[in-house]
């Protein structure tokens, strides 16, 4: 019996597919939403911190990822934290509507954490 196939995403397909989100803006939910997708693509490809039943975890593998390539701890968990928020206020609160300026800046800080955890994806 065959499974579904899984995808393995690059980089290279997960940048490009970067570039389409940024440049679609006419709808701030979609585009941090995909952003928050992207960005976990992207950490599916890292070697993955596990948590104690062998399921990875986000922050931790971005954590290590960045600090692997030099990034300040408290770089990351600034980026990561206005991630988390802005994702969490879109997903849960049903009064929340994110504008443009939301979306460029979460844009802004998946952009510096991509960059931190694959360096040679930077622009």
Sequence with gaps: MD???VRVDGMNEILSDFEVIKLQLDNPVNTIISCYTLLE???SILPQ??????????KATIRNAAINNGIEK?????EFKYILMMRGMVVHQNN???TVKDAKGYINSVQKILNYIHPKSEE
């Design 74 to 78: 408290a770089k990351i968990e600034k």
């Design 96 to 98: 929340y509507d994110p």
């Design 41 to 43: 693509r992207a950490v």
């Design 3 to 5: 499974g579904p196939e």
């Design 49 to 58: 911190e596990l948590n104690s039943k062998g399921r990875p975890l986000l």
